[in-house]
């Protein structure tokens, strides 16, 4: 089957022998393209290399040839600026600049200089008894991460700077106009507009969600967990460690590497069913409300969306209080006779049941919005393909197997994925129903039968306080979703392009 | 002419008009049938669906047992849990409020970002704009909860966590909200580029565009985008516990009423749970009937372009 096949051939398989051939040759081409990738990387990095050798030639030239403004420029940022009417730009680069040089010596610079060790001593306690906190790991990873990205970002600026005062040399030699604050500030409105728009949203990204990732990456290489907890104790690096102890696959038992199988295996079961049997059922249900003939279908649909409107912890919560071991159903089939007090079903204490209770419950969350967002789409579908195939005879089986569900996979191919990555972190679902459990002593630190990678972080974080151990999970759980995302989106009919939209 | 071989099985086409013709001797009865059928089947989705609500609003009013009650219809019927839920020694109040205020920054911070990241990247063509794209891409696949302890710690120095929660979980649900911007995207990519070029042409700048032509006509897709951005504060409950660390002053209502279930309070506050869940449901629940339309307008828009 995985052999080239030309886009003749291709027209004739069926849609299952098209998938498995998209399927083979997503693996055969892998090896390849893994190789082209690492070429790719070599090669931008080289092209990176030559770059940046020739713009530090070029920052060099411009150092030689430069006016005494310009030169100045190299050690005062903004100063060409300044001597340009470029009043706005030169007090952005120098204050820019005063700011990096009172951080380095307030702060930067001694983080930076204990990153390598994350700290020496702990606390002090002296003749009275008084402790005295030192060095703080946390403290000094966080703010060391900050001053390499402060570096970073100064760097770049410089250059920035300098760059402009070259330019403006060069336009006063060849006696042209330099723009003035009025230009630049007419600029922001109009050409570079998106420039105003994109850094408040870039700033906030970069503050609370890039450096904080960076910091967690790093955290996953410490032994950070709560005997090595600033500010008592210090940690240090440890260096893979913590991965090794993950793919430790001889360990077995409770070990940390059996137990990230076992939910690793579960949460992926977890999101296809989840995923699938919203997907499927959520389509029936769209399609019984527009059935022909059927009235009231605005009702059908309202007491459907109402389960999306009412806050999840709410609906979950009262949920799942419901099947708990005294609650409403249990009672109420106490009161019909069904099982006896001593016979109660424990929907949350067998793990097995717990897992069908939780994709089942998750059904009840999730179909009202796949009914109303396939409802949309069932609008959106030619009318005159099912005339078309009414007159040809196709019957309504036929119909749903030969239009709808092609135009559905088709066009829903996208969110299908989101849908399951979105379900591998699904944590609201499986922490306010089962909270994981029930808890089984031969999983690691007695993890629950039901938790996914991301409850399992979350208690590791919350109830071990083992830092680390999250940020390996965590990491791992990237990997998982991107592994995933692009395997799948190799193998999706509907890769369009953007511009095609408009 | 017959066929004398009766084993020989229907050609598809055979089998297609056999069909048709049986559909057409009963068309009416069937598809009365068929209606019938589908009625009852709406009929039960229906209980399933608003069974459990339908049972949290009678526990509500359950006033006989002191907290917990296993069953649906209450011994005795009134209003104590409610009032018990506006009385002093409840805290309650603070956390609507909490969580109303929290709701309104976000609903507000929320869509500007996202409306403005949106925006550029579905208008401007610049240099850096696919990278920034598939960083964010990339980004959205690490999880939420992994940054947790930091954004606490740098809460904390900013003095930000316990009973002052409620600025700082304002602060993060904004900060890196611009990441969410696929949905509005998706629309403004069906808004036509030649309307901007027009505008351009009889002078107007960019921000001109934006404000006066692109904004009035995704009307829809921004009333959704508050709409939802309203509606989350409501259920956020992982983040916020965490920040407000055990401060009931700092709660949102989610920590709040989380807190009454668990093992130590549930069986005093169970009922009252139910008061608070459904005092918690009706504004959600009237804004959303009330803007319904914006709402599936936003989920089918979403999922196609998205």
């Known amino acids: 089957m995985a052999k080239n096949v030309s886009a003749i051939e291709m027209l004739g398989l069926n849609r299952f022998q098209r998938f498995g051939y998209n399927f083979l040759n997503f693996f055969r081409l892998l090896p390849g393209r893994i190789a082209n990738l690492f070429v790719k990387i070599g090669l931008f990095f080289k092209n990176l290399g030559i770059k940046t050798g020739e713009y530090f030639r070029n920052l060099v030239v411009g150092f030689k040839e430069g006016t005494w403004q310009t030169r100045l420029t190299y050690l005062v940022m903004g100063f060409s600026n300044f001597t340009h009417k470029q009043i706005a730009r030169g007090i952005l680069f120098a204050g820019f600049e005063v700011a990096f040089i009172i951080y380095m010596i307030l702060v930067g610079g001694k983080n930076l200089s204990m990153l390598g060790s994350l700290g020496v001593v702990a606390r002090q306690i002296d003749d009275f008894g008084v402790v005295t906190y030192v060095d703080n790991s946390f403290r000094i990873l966080l703010y060391g991460v900050l001053t390499l990205f402060f570096i970073a970002a100064l760097v770049y600026t410089w250059s920035l700077s300098v760059k402009q005062a070259i330019t403006n040399q060069k336009l006063d030699e060849e006696n042209k106009k330099i723009k003035t604050d009025k230009d630049d500030l007419h600029a922001l409105v109009d050409r570079d507009f998106y420039k105003t728009l994109l850094a408040l949203p870039a700033i906030g990204i970069l503050v609370f969600t890039v450096i904080p990732i960076v910091f967690m990456i790093l955290v996953s290489f410490t032994n950070f967990d709560k005997d090595h907890n600033p500010p008592i104790n210090l940690f240090s690096w440890v260096g893979g460690s913590n991965y090794g102890e993950l793919f430790n696959f001889t360990a077995g038992g409770a070990s940390f590497s059996a137990t990230f199988g076992e939910i690793l295996l579960w949460t992926l079961i977890w999101a296809f069913f989840a995923t699938f049997s919203n997907y499927f059922l959520g389509m029936l249900v769209a399609l019984l409300i527009n059935k022909k003939g059927i009235k009231l279908k605005k009702v059908w649909r309202t007491i459907l969306v109402l389960t999306v409107t009412i806050p999840q912890f709410?609906?979950?919560?009262?949920?799942?209080?419901?099947?708990?071991?005294?609650?409403?159903?249990?009672?109420?089939?106490?009161?019909?006779?069904?099982?006896?007090?001593?016979?109660?079903?424990?929907?949350?204490?067998?793990?097995?049941?717990?897992?069908?209770?939780?994709?089942?419950?998750?059904?009840?969350?999730?179909?009202?919005?796949?009914?109303?967002?396939?409802?949309?789409?069932?609008?959106?579908?030619?009318?005159?393909?099912?005339?078309?195939?009414?007159?040809?005879?196709?019957?309504?089986?036929?119909?749903y197997f030969k239009i709808t569900l092609p135009y559905m996979l088709f066009v829903t191919g996208p969110y299908l994925l989101t849908s399951f990555t979105g379900n591998i972190n699904n944590f609201n679902v499986i922490y306010l129903l089962s909270g994981g459990g029930p808890s089984d002593i031969n999983l690691f630190k007695a993890a629950g039968k039901t938790n996914l990678l991301i409850t399992w972080l979350y208690t590791t974080t919350v109830s071990d306080n083992n830092y680390a151990l999250a940020a390996v999970i965590g990491v791992m759980v990237f990997i998982v979703v991107a592994l995933i995302s692009l395997i799948v989106y190799n193998l999706l009919p509907s890769n369009r392009n953007e511009e095609d939209l408009a | 002419m017959a066929d004398n071989n009766t084993n020989r099985k229907p050609t598809p086409m055979e089998a297609l008009e056999a069909e048709n013709q049986k559909n057409g001797m009963g068309l009416k009865a069937r598809r009365r049938i068929g209606n019938a059928v589908s009625y009852v089947v709406l009929i039960l989705i229906s209980i399933v669906w608003l069974a459990p609500f339908?049972?949290?609003?009678?526990?509500?009013?359950?006033?006989?047992?002191?907290?917990?009650?296993?069953?649906?219809?209450?011994?005795?019927?009134?209003?104590?849990?409610?009032?018990?839920?506006?009385?002093?020694?409840?805290?309650?109040?603070?956390?609507?409020?909490?969580?109303?205020?929290?709701?309104?920054?976000?609903?507000?911070?929320?869509?500007?970002?996202?409306?403005?990241?949106?925006?550029?990247?579905?208008?401007?063509?610049?240099?850096?704009?696919?990278?920034?794209?598939?960083?964010?891409?990339?980004?959205?696949?690490?999880?939420?909860?992994?940054?947790?302890?930091?954004?606490?710690?740098?809460?904390?120095?900013?003095?930000?966590?316990?009973?002052?929660?409620?600025?700082?979980?304002?602060?993060?649900?904004?900060?890196?909200?611009?990441?969410?911007?696929?949905?509005?995207?998706?629309?403004?990519?069906?808004?036509?580029?030649?309307?901007?070029?027009?505008?351009m042409i009889d002078g107007a700048t960019r921000a001109q565009v934006f404000i006066k032509v692109i904004l009035p006509l995704t009307k829809p897709i921004i009333i959704y985008a508050i709409l939802t951005s309203f509606m989350a504060p409501w259920g956020d409950f992982i983040f916020a516990s965490y920040i407000a660390f055990g401060n009931p002053n700092g709660y949102n209502v989610a920590v709040g009423?989380?807190?009454?279930?668990?093992?130590?309070?549930?069986?005093?506050?169970?009922?009252?749970?139910?008061?608070?869940?459904?005092?918690?449901?009706?504004p959600v629940i009237v804004l959303f009937l009330m803007l319904q339309r914006y709402y599936v307008e936003g989920v089918t828009g979403g999922a196609v372009k998205g």
């Open chain 1, 314 to 399: 709410i609906s979950l919560l009262y949920v799942s209080k419901m099947f708990g071991e005294n609650g409403i159903v249990n009672q109420t089939l106490i009161d019909w006779g069904w099982i006896t007090i001593n016979n109660k079903i424990y929907f949350w204490k067998d793990p097995n049941l717990a897992k069908v209770t939780v994709i089942l419950i998750n059904i009840w969350i999730g179909v009202p919005y796949l009914m109303l967002m396939v409802t949309g789409i069932l609008m959106n579908i030619p009318a005159d393909l099912y005339e078309s195939a009414k007159i040809d005879g196709a019957s309504p089986v036929q119909q």
């Open chain 2, 54 to 199: 339908v049972f949290l609003i009678f526990q509500s009013f359950e006033v006989s047992s002191t907290g917990w009650s296993s069953r649906v219809w209450p011994k005795q019927w009134g209003f104590d849990n409610y009032v018990y839920l506006f009385s002093a020694n409840a805290n309650f109040n603070r956390w609507y409020f909490n969580t109303f205020i929290i709701a309104l920054f976000c609903c507000i911070g929320q869509t500007l970002m996202q409306i403005a990241m949106a925006y550029v990247l579905s208008r401007f063509r610049f240099k850096m704009r696919k990278p920034l794209m598939n960083f964010m891409l990339i980004l959205g696949m690490f999880p939420g909860f992994l940054t947790m302890i930091i954004l606490y710690t740098v809460l904390k120095d900013l003095g930000m966590t316990g009973a002052n929660a409620v600025p700082g979980l304002i602060l993060v649900s904004i900060a890196s909200s611009g990441m969410g911007y696929y949905v509005i995207k998706g629309f403004f990519d069906t808004v036509s580029k030649s309307l901007d070029e027009a505008a």
């Open chain 2, 257 to 282: 009423l989380y807190e009454w279930l668990g093992t130590e309070q549930i069986s005093y506050h169970y009922t009252h749970f139910c008061a608070g869940g459904v005092v918690v449901s009706i």
